[in-house]
Structure formats: structure tokens, C-alpha cells
């Protein structure tokens, strides 16, 4: 059963060839949807467009910074104008990360940390929200972070918690502005994820090392938070909004 037949999805930070957001890109055009990525890396994002190997009418692949409000409305516009005006999800996926400690961040790492992490969120559902608001329809997944739950510490400093931490808050207020448009907003939590994240090149193996403590004695795989993306951007979480979902294999239990 295709749970995104035809429907039209944007995810940003999408080029990473191990990352959730491509993996996410798979399984949504796996399930029928037309997919558009965004990415700030010019020649990766090309790479996994090409490398996911579907049709032009299907896969649109375009450069955007969501940093910036002004590229995040660019970008929007070239997809309404491939989809005839339809987004019907959007998976604000796109993150930087840095290992500090709380009086190494300096000034301009935190609000670098932000702009991306927080301010990239605000700047992609404020340009996608109007399309969505005119077919009443739309489910809007946020990826936050266990970090934002627990305070962080494998890979993010106190900066990348308070932008996670930040994503969760502004999904309840969206969730409740947006309900009465039928847009659905929801957070996503990821715990420890086989990705190349924080760009030090540990193995999928070391990861699962460092998970041994967990209930599920391992790290997450990029598939498996691409099949709660899957989730939420369905009709089977119909009546689901303003939540955040875990999935750290139950490193964390709220
Ligand atoms: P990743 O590095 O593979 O993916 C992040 C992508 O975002 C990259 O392709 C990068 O080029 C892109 N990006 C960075 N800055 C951007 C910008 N300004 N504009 C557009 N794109 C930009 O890492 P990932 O692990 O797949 O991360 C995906 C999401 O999952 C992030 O939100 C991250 O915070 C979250 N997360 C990851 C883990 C983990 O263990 N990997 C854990 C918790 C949360």
C-alpha cells in the first residue's frame, strides 16, 4: 500500500548520501510522493537526486540555505511552480551540529547554530505554510533531537540543544495556530543515528558500541526515522498533531 501516492513532499538537508533526509526522499518515493530536496551542498544534493535515480516530474532537487528567509521563499516558489501550487508535506530535516562546551560557544557559533537549526525551521514552514493553508491540508515533521530531552553530550553542545529544545516548543504553538487549517505539525526526536552527522567518520559498528547501555542495544538507523517521517506525513496519524515522537531505541523515556 503507497501511504503518499501523489502527494507532494518537501524535505530539506537532503543531500547527505548516509543522511535521514535522503533516506526519508527513498522510502516518501517509494510510497507515490512527488518529492522536492533541498540541500545547501551544491553538488551533493545533484549526486543524490541522480543516485535515487527518479523521473523529473517525480524528483526536483534544488540548492537552499534555510538560513536564509529569502532563499527558503525562492526555493518555494520553484517547487510551487513543479507541483502546480501543491506542497502537501514538509520534513524540516536540515542541521549543523557542534561539539563545544557551554563557555567555549562563542557569540557567533550560537547564533550560526540557531540560524540553521531553529531560525532554518521558522524560515521553510513560514514559505510553505501559505500553500498549504489554501487547500487546507498539510502535515508539517520537525526534526528535533533526544538532545533537546536530555542535555546533549554525544554530539551537540548547549547551542544545538536550545535549537532542538526550540523546534519542539514552536511545533506545539504551530500545531495549535494551524489546526483549524488542518495542518498537522509535529516533532521527531531521533537518538543516537548511524549517519555522518558530526563528520568525525565513526563507524556504524562504534555507534552500536555506544548504544550497548539502551534497551535496543544499538544506534538507529537513517531508515527507521525515514519510517516515522513516513508516519506522520500519512493519513495514518490523521489525528496526531503537536506531539513529538521518539525514536532512540529507548535511550530516553519521557
Ligand atoms: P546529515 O549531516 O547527513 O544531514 C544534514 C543535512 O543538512 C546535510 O546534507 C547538510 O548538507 C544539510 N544542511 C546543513 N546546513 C544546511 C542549511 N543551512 N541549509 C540546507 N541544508 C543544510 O545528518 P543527519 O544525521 O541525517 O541529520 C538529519 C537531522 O537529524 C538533523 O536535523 C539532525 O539534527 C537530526 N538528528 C540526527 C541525529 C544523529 O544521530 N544522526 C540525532 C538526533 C537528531
Not at 567518520?201 to 513516513?230: F, I, M, N, Y
Request: glycine share 10%; net charge neutral; charged share 20%.
Amino acid at each position: 500500500m503507497k501511504l503518499l501516492q501523489d502527494r507532494v513532499a518537501v524535505i530539506s538537508g537532503a543531500a547527505h548520501p548516509k543522511g535521514i533526509g535522503k533516506a526519508t526522499a527513498r522510502l516518501f518515493l517509494e510510497h507515490g510522493a512527488r518529492v522536492a530536496m533541498l540541500d545547501l551542498d551544491e553538488a551533493r544534493i545533484q549526486e543524490s537526486a541522480a543516485d535515487l535515480g527518479a523521473a523529473p516530474t517525480q524528483l526536483l532537487a534544488l540548492v537552499c540555505d534555510v538560513g536564509s528567509d529569502q532563499q527558503c521563499r525562492a526555493a518555494v516558489d520553484q517547487i510551487a511552480a513543479w507541483s502546480g501550487g501543491v506542497v502537501d508535506v514538509l520534513v524540516n530535516n536540515a542541521a549543523i551540529t557542534q561539539k563545544a562546551t557551554f563557555r567555549d560557544i562563542t557569540p557567533a557559533d550560537f547564533e550560526r547554530i540557531l540560524r540553521v537549526n531553529l531560525t532554518g525551521v521558522f524560515n521553510l514552514s513560514q514559505a510553505v505554510i501559505p500553500l498549504m493553508i489554501q487547500r487546507a491540508a498539510g502535515s508539517i515533521i520537525s526534526i528535533s533531537s533526544l538532545s533537546a530531552q536530555n542535555g546533549g553530550g554525544i554530539f551537540g553542545g548547549a547551542h544545538y540543544c536550545a535549537a532542538k529544545a526550540g523546534v519542539q516548543g514552536m511545533t506545539r504553538a504551530m500545531a495549535k495556530e494551524f489546526g483549524e487549517h488542518k495542518i498537522r505539525v509535529n516533532a521527531i526526536a531521533p537518538g543516537l543515528i548511524t549517519t555522518d552527522f558530526s563528520r568525525t567518520g565513526r563507524s556504524d559498528e562504534s555507534k552500536d558500541d555506544a548504544a550497548q547501555g539502551w534497551p535496543l542495544r544499538r544506534a538507529g538507523r537513517p531508515h527507521e526515522v525515514a519510517g516515522g517521517c513516513l508516519f506522520l506525513a500519512s493519513d495514518l496519524s490523521s489525528y496526531i498533531t503537536g506531539t513529538t515522537l521518539d525514536i532512540n531505541g529507548g535511550a530516553h523515556m519521557n
